[in-house]
């Protein structure tokens, strides 16, 4: 595996969070294993990042996880359990799973601490909000721009709804644009936003799609701002040019992030 670009310097390591999902194997059936979509690594790869796939691990242990990263992706999975944002169940999530919750919190927390960038997708930015004190809409399904999302894969994958981008946002620089169609394959969403985090895309019904954090810095040892953004759809399964700028314009902030941090 290459570690570093053409002129030598180390590739930004960037880890990504996984699922863990009953699979159908040859030793076991089904067999518990951590899993993640291809599409998210392709897109560190492309960016020039070194993808690192992230099992949970004790809480205790995030803290060193995240020391050894460049920045890092939360990316998409089942259910956040209202317990792990103190809301009282409303018997509408499914696939939930206590632990991941709370691995994925502390890793955010750890990279805030750090300063180490953070991109959310879909769970992941929901994962950023709690992370950050928010909460959120345990089932927004009938709302305007979000049916039921399909039990067929191919169509879940498929429906597009609209989405308005403020103009003035860092999302509107990167992707180039302030009104598009974006996949969604999600039932939760983003209700009271966490500390420091402004909301910056919306789809027509209100609900929030895209997020920036604009609040006070971690205590870390970099000095500079704090790079976290999250959007509730999928870019990875976009398969647009202007989707791949936003896996683009993390691994670079992931690159100069690094450069500014002592012994670097």
């Not at 030598?8 to 960037?14: K, L, T």
């Not at 089904?30 to 899993?35: A, V």
């Not at 920045?71 to 632990?99: H, Q």
């Not at 180039?176 to 999600?186: F, P, Y």
Request: net charge negative.
């Amino acid at each position: 595996m290459r570690t570093t670009d053409a002129g030598g310097a180390r590739r930004p390591r960037i880890g990504l969070s996984s699922w863990r999902r009953p699979v159908r194997t040859q030793v076991g059936d089904p067999e518990s294993l951590y899993t993640l979509a291809e599409e998210y690594v392709e897109g560190v790869r492309r960016a020039g990042g070194l993808p690192l796939i992230l099992p949970p691990g004790p809480l205790g242990s995030a803290d060193d996880t995240v020391a050894l990263l460049d920045g890092l992706v939360l990316t998409g999975g089942g259910d956040f359990c209202p317990a792990s944002y103190g809301a009282a169940d409303e018997g509408t999530s499914s696939d939930v799973d206590l632990e991941e919750d709370a691995w994925d919190i502390a890793l955010i927390q750890a990279a805030r601490r750090r300063q180490i960038p953070v991109f959310g997708i879909c769970r992941g930015v929901q994962a950023l909000n709690v992370a950050l004190g928010g909460e959120l809409h345990q089932d927004i399904a009938g709302r305007g721009d979000h049916p039921p999302v399909p039990t067929v894969a191919a169509e879940a994958a498929g429906f597009r709804h609209p989405l308005r981008i403020d103009p003035t946002s860092r999302l509107a620089g990167i992707l180039g644009v302030t009104d598009r169609r974006v996949n969604s394959i999600h039932h939760q969403a983003l209700s009271r936003l966490g500390e420091g985090l402004v909301a910056v895309a919306h789809t027509p019904d209100g609900t929030i799609e895209g997020v920036e954090y604009r609040g006070p810095n971690g205590d870390g040892p970099g000095g500079g701002e704090w790079w976290a953004l999250g959007v509730q759809w999928h870019p990875e399964r976009m398969d647009e040019v202007a989707d791949q700028r936003l896996f683009d314009a993390f691994v670079r902030d992931a690159l100069a992030s690094r450069k500014r941090r002592p012994g670097a």
